[in-house]
């Protein structure tokens, strides 16, 4: 340990630039990460990040709807998240007389505040490490499946022993590849409401040409507020519940900050895949990634068309099409990385070095070659799988609704009317929002292409007859326009009210009607097919790469000793840290860190889809009506860089100084190194935080909602002053 500390410190010192590769458990901090974060600059401890004795910074660290990271940002459960992941929320109370997307939203009382039904706020409790109980009786010889059920029944052992509150719930997850498994306790809050969204003007500046892109300047951050039972305990909606209390709340630091400060990044992280073989990175470049992306390209550009054309298809199509374009985005990124960073080289040499060290007669001998035939085996069904997915489950919407009838189907096969009422609840619960944001007219388009697409991609083996050109009367490359046009006039669930009729009939006649619909019977029939052909296969050889990876992990933790291993992502609370840092994208350009409201004013373009500013924002920029948000040169911030290691999930994150307290919002990550999350580059992954003071500019300047500000605590740690409500949390 010591003398990897100094070897720690030489890096640093040598490099001049500290590598903030990692996500780390907050609970290992101590032991693993204390020393060099100090060595950065931090001035608080490991046991003030996470306790589970006394508050600590972790108690104001939220899960916020499983898929984004928040932070409590008062003593009156105010919690700070981002515009993109408050979005499905904004958009939801959105109509075009009342776009709250367009104009913004900010609530002038508690009793404003507008409710969200099934948007949950996840505290973390406690972490234990249950990997020696997990992995009892588990042996080298195991088959993959021997291995899981041997895990799955240890972990059923250890579950039976927590003694849950009824709002708490336990969730265990493997880390390093299923080498550790950690049990976290968590309490889960359902009644979190909206409080206040920047219009999209600010929220969502620049869109989608700016998107994974710095230079930046989006406010992307919106508010919420955690309401609990009179006891403060988790509670579902009801309009007697009261502001939640929190253990703690992040302050707000006024001081903002500068090049090369210290900052943590504290939140969710969802997936990433670090230690993968060469063959598999390989794999996501040439074949997944490009599948991928063609798919999204297409299914897009149709929907984009509709979008400009009419402000209601805007709004429908708001949510679904950024979620679409941003991975579609971040995969042609991360390619271009990946390459541009030589990775598969990179991992090549890593494998030869990893094979060198092993000792003659190593059970490891084998591991990678094996790796790589399971890769090659594997390529076509994960080929077909990719386009099967992005095209019937994520692009195109008809047939995932299909996939609820079908399921409701199968259930009134099995049990009878009971199965059937069970699963019709959910369909006629997902019924309106479903309708909501769905024009048949787009949807039909984007089949039409996209089976077009399919069938000229993939293997013949992966078509099913009934969708084979010779079969449907369709010529050699002709497209599948017409005969999905056919589909969908003849289709049932093309209009709401139809569908609602269906679903209102007899079990009997409703499971007759559906099975005679003619999307329905397509989507249907190309599911089993997927089901057998594709996803049969597919995942045989997948859980053998799973069992070699796991072993593969293993190897690389004990074959380079010397090395400080963090798990993958995996939706669990992480710290990852690093410095305020611009970087060199490429020969000769280098970017410096912030950017300021300057910058906005220059990407202007009035009437823009993307690059609009309202009136508001212009004013308070010609007067220069900063308050106390400018920094010292008189400018004010919006964006800046840092070298955090951060991931989908860590959207909403804090930027946390060195004193523990707010410093920006984490939001995204820069185009060039979006390959971050399989390949790790120091020089050019970075992370891009909303400075706070851009956010409290916004909620007080723009859209003056002081009382908001005023139930904040800021501070000015690097004036060593207090807040004007004078609760410095600040240490030093
Ligand atoms: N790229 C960021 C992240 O992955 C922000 C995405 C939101 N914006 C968008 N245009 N979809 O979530
Ligand atoms: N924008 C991402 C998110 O929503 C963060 C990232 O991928 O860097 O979580």
Redesign the pocket.
Known sequence: MRGFVVLIMLIISSSGLFAGEGMWLPQLLRLLNEKEMKSMGMKISAEDIYSINKGSLKDAIVHFGGFCTSEVISSNGLLLT?H?CG?DAIQSHSTVENNLIRNGFWAGSYREELSNPGLTATFIDRIDDVTTRALTGVTAVMSASERQSAIDKNLAEVRKEYRLESYQELIIRPFFDGNQYFAFVTTVYRDVRLVGAPPESIG?FG??TD??VWPRHTG?FSLFRIYAGKDNKPADYSPDNVPYKPKHHLPVSMDGISEGDFTMVFGFPGRTTQYLPASAVRQVVNTLNPARISVRDAALKITDQYMRKDEATKIKYAAKY??I???W??WIGESQGLKQSDAVNKKLEYEAAFTKRLPSGSPYAGLLPELDRLYSAIEPYALAREYYTEIALRNVDLPSLMGGLKRMISAYEKNGEAGYKEQLARVQNFIPEFYKDFDSNIDQEKLGTLLTMYADKLDKKFVPDFLQRENLGIAEGESYDKMVADLYTLSSFTSEKEATGILSLSPEKAVQAIKSDPVYAMSSAWADFYANQISAPYNEIKKEIDLKQAIYTGAQMEVFKEKRFYPDANSTLRVTYGQVNGYKPRDAVAYSPVTYLDGIIQKYVPGDYEFDLQPRMLELYKNKDYGPYADKTGKLPVCFLGSNHTT?GN?GSPAIDAHGNLIGLN???VWEGTMSDIYYDKDICRNIMVDARYILWVIDKYAGAKHLIKEMTLVHPKKGKTSKTGKSKAKS
């Open positions: 981002n993109h979005y969502k869109a989608d998107n994974w992307d950024a979620s374009a941003n991975y985005k971040k989908g959207s939001f995204d990550r």
